[in-house]
């Protein structure tokens, strides 16, 4: 199988050097998207009226339009004072802009995002668009309380885990809608797990993303950096493992590594949850040693008068 796909013994350690290499672009492609949610409507640092990212991609223009290219201006005034700020979300955004390729200007940012968005858009009526345009879309620390809702569909048949790593924890950052200063920073699943199981278990979390690292290791969490394509967080350490909205931003092959990875990890008997409805996760899972034991939908609720479905996939070692 793993053949099939491209993947052979003499040519992995080349596939590995590719993907961290493109690893390390997805990383700055998706700190350009969260950067430019932040500048166009955050009042931490200026008093000009946010604007609606999403507003601003439904009407394609050919030049920055001049309320974008003055919000810039003023996060360019006050970005000394930002890395100080006493607001975390404010230094952490700083962090991301100051840690940018020279080649990646913050308008680069924000015409990097209105063509995921106009993308996005276009494919909302057709589901394999929108998985290829995740597929290679920048990575970013999305993080929402929704994704509580698959934990809690599947929690009556995750045991009593003694170890359990949080793969892709996200932090709730930035949004492209509904974004407020005033939230406070959250890892959603993180905070449901401890309040599921409380202390006793211990939990780890394993993610790329520099903020999200920052975040876990100032709050004294254990923070593995890991991608879970070509790296395993630990050689069956772990009684459960979580990762949710995951699997969506890898293809085939990253899917089937990164499922492989994740059987290494799990003790014997060990569980996987994640949210992922691809008929090849279960045949990949099958053959790592992980078939699917569990499958069911997940309604997320009502948004814009529609009913929002996810669904909770669990694999057993």
């Given at each position: 199988m793993a053949a099939d796909l491209g993947l052979r013994a003499d040519s992995f350690p080349a596939y590995?050097?590719?993907?961290?290499?493109?690893?390390?672009?997805?990383?700055?492609?998706?700190?350009?998207?969260?950067?430019?949610?932040?500048?166009?409507?955050?009042?931490?640092?200026?008093?000009?009226?946010?604007?609606?990212?999403?507003?601003?991609?439904?009407?394609?223009?050919?030049?920055?339009?001049?309320?974008?290219?003055?919000?810039?201006?003023?996060?360019?005034?006050?970005?000394?004072?930002?890395?100080?700020?006493?607001?975390?979300?404010?230094?952490?955004?700083?962090?991301?802009?100051?840690?940018?390729?020279?080649?990646?200007?913050?308008?680069?940012?924000?015409?990097?995002?209105?063509?995921?968005?106009?993308?996005?858009?276009?494919?909302?009526?057709?589901?394999?668009?929108?998985?290829?345009?995740?597929?290679?879309?920048?990575?970013?620390?999305?993080?929402?309380?929704?994704?509580?809702?698959?934990?809690?569909?599947?929690?009556?048949?995750?045991?009593?885990?003694?170890?359990?790593?949080l793969a892709g924890p996200g932090l709730d950052l930035t949004r492209r809608e509904g974004f407020d200063d005033a939230a406070p920073l959250e890892q959603p699943q993180w905070d449901w797990l401890r309040q599921h199981w409380g202390p006793a278990p211990t939990l780890d979390a394993a993610d790329v993303r520099p903020e999200v690292l920052a975040f876990l290791r100032g709050r004294r969490r254990c923070a593995v950096e890991a991608d879970i394509t070509t790296d395993i967080p630990a050689v069956a350490a772990y009684d459960l493992i979580v990762a949710t909205n995951l699997f969506v931003y890898l293809d085939d092959r990253g899917l089937l590594l990164a499922l492989a990875s994740l059987a290494r990890a799990l003790r014997p008997g060990g569980l996987l949850l994640h949210n992922d409805g691809r008929f090849a996760a279960k045949v990949f899972g099958g053959a790592v040693g992980l078939p699917v034991v569990h499958f069911a939908p997940v309604s997320l609720g009502l948004r814009n008068g529609r009913e929002q479905m996810d669904r909770a996939v669990l694999h057993r070692r």
């Open positions: 590995c050097d590719a993907q961290r290499k493109r690893l390390a672009e997805r990383i700055v492609a998706g700190s350009a998207e969260q950067i430019t949610y932040y500048l166009l409507q955050s009042s931490r640092f200026t008093s000009l009226p946010a604007l609606a990212p999403l507003d601003l991609a439904r009407v394609p223009q050919p030049t920055l339009p001049a309320a974008v290219a003055r919000r810039l201006a003023a996060w360019r005034t006050a970005a000394d004072a930002a890395t100080q700020s006493p607001d975390e979300r404010c230094r952490l955004v700083a962090g991301l802009i100051s840690a940018l390729p020279a080649d990646w200007t913050l308008e680069r940012c924000y015409l990097h995002t209105m063509a995921f968005l106009r993308e996005r858009l276009l494919g909302e009526q057709a589901p394999d668009a929108v998985n290829a345009l995740y597929q290679r879309r920048g990575l970013l620390a999305d993080s929402a309380r929704a994704n509580t809702a698959v934990l809690a569909a599947a929690q009556d048949r995750l045991g009593q885990p003694q170890r359990i790593l």
